[in-house]
């Protein structure tokens, strides 16, 4: 695997980890708006630490699909080989 193809793994699981992370610690604002009701966005999304987490968390997930993407523990190309002909 080449470097532009590890760093796409990298951003996609990044984006995944992402949208897992975004509704920990939401909290909707104190007052409702007083024609709809509808309470809008979080009082305090927090998006430095969950840029931070997730950055952190795509980083350790990331390693580990490297880990195993570059060791044999598991391979298509040996269960290719090893399929009878036909």
Do not use: C
Request: no cysteine; proline share 6%; hydrophobic share 60%.
């Amino acid at each position: 695997m080449n470097w532009f193809t590890a760093a796409v793994v990298y951003i996609m699981t990044w984006w995944v980890v992402l949208f897992a992370v975004l509704p920990f610690g939401v909290r909707p604002v104190e007052e409702a708006d007083q024609q709809t009701g509808w309470r809008g966005a979080p009082a305090q999304p927090l998006m430095g630490r969950k840029v931070i987490a997730t950055t952190v968390i795509a980083l350790v997930l990331w390693a580990g699909m490297m880990a195993v993407i570059r060791s044999d523990w598991f391979s298509f190309r040996a269960a290719a080989l090893l399929m009878p002909d036909n």
